[in-house]
């Protein structure tokens, strides 16, 4: 062979090995995360899932790349996002940010793994066959929080015991709106309070909704569980704080806000956990075999700067059953 040529098949072998190399580079998994919430009052979750992921040799960027899909409150938006990431032939599909969001992956595909979060109960809502043994193609965590709102009623009736009446706002779109409105109606009659019921659908109802159980002199208020309305606490702390409303709500989020009191799941420890379940399918893990987890441990957060601007005082009782107290 003619030197010359010789020359020619080496530079075309040292041009073809790079190009060759990076073809066989490694596929990085995608997961698509589907939430019915906004990212900015959320961020802090998304860190969770992070490092729930981290915890089983996932990092974002490096060893997996997220598709995040924000509804930003809309739910009627989900079933569309959901749809979007099934074909982008995500991987996993993470449903967070209420129930609604696990029914839209759930009705987006049958085969791509799906991990939530949801309030209610995913066997009597068709999401799953069991809780130990899921089926299907979806598993995750269930919160339970329709069980906890008479538990928040007795709560804040031990905090301002001389209130004859307690509100419940309920969001009149939520699934579950019946039966939270049966689990605090039980919490009344043991606390034997008059309960005050207040629904909303839309943004407008809320100036409405609040000068009604004013009006019907409620002495406290229980802010039920929803998506809804976790998506808009900002608000809502504002418009109790304006009327002096002693409200109690469901996550530390709105405690954190202004709020002055919640008993709930720490929701950065669900979503590690979701994180944890997201990795552990990336690793070949079936979801069908991966048990719905529920949460082992409620917490109280007391806002002792809300107490004081409402004018009243923690019980001690209470204080030393808190698991943080904002100063």
Do not use: C
Request: hydrophobic share 45%; proline share 5%; net charge positive.
């Amino acid at each position: 062979m003619k030197r010359r040529n010789v020359n020619v098949l080496l530079g075309s072998a040292a041009i073809a090995w790079p190009l060759a190399a990076r073809s066989q580079q490694p596929v990085v998994p995608v997961i698509g995360f589907l939430s019915g919430a906004s990212p900015g009052p959320f961020g802090h979750l998304v860190a969770g899932f992070n490092q729930g992921l981290s915890e089983t040799g996932f990092v974002e960027g490096r060893d997996v790349a997220v598709e995040y899909r924000w509804a930003e409150g809309h739910p009627d938006r989900l079933s569309e996002l959901a749809k979007d990431l099934v074909r982008r032939q995500v991987a996993v599909l993470v449903a967070t940010g209420g129930d609604l969001s696990a029914r839209a992956a759930k009705a987006a595909t049958s085969t791509i793994p799906i991990v939530f979060s949801a309030g209610g109960d995913p066997v009597a809502s068709g999401l799953v066959e069991s809780l130990s043994r899921p089926g299907g193609n979806l598993t995750g965590l269930s919160m339970f929080t329709v069980l906890l709102e008479a538990k928040r009623l007795g709560l804040l009736h031990e905090l301002v015991p001389s209130a004859a009446a307690i509100a419940v706002l309920i969001d009149s779109n939520n699934t579950r709106a019946e039966a939270l409105v049966k689990d605090v109606e039980e919490g009344a009659r043991r606390a034997g309070v008059r309960l005050i019921t207040v629904s909303t659908a839309a943004d407008s109802d809320f100036e409405a909704a609040f000068a009604s159980l004013v009006q019907q002199r409620a002495g406290a208020l229980v802010v039920s569980n929803s998506p809804f309305f976790n998506n808009r606490r900002d608000r809502i702390v504002a418009l109790a704080a304006r009327h002096k409303i002693p409200a109690i709500y469901e996550f530390r989020e709105f405690a954190t806000a202004g709020g002055l009191m919640s008993y709930g799941t720490n929701l950065v420890e669900v979503y590690r956990r979701i994180g944890v379940y997201t990795g552990r399918i990336l690793k070949g893990a079936k979801a069908s075999d991966l048990p719905v987890l529920q949460p082992t441990k409620f917490e109280l957060v007391v806002n002792l700067k809300t107490a004081k601007a409402l004018g009243i005082t923690i019980p001690q009782s209470l204080l030393l059953r808190a698991d943080e107290v904002i100063q």
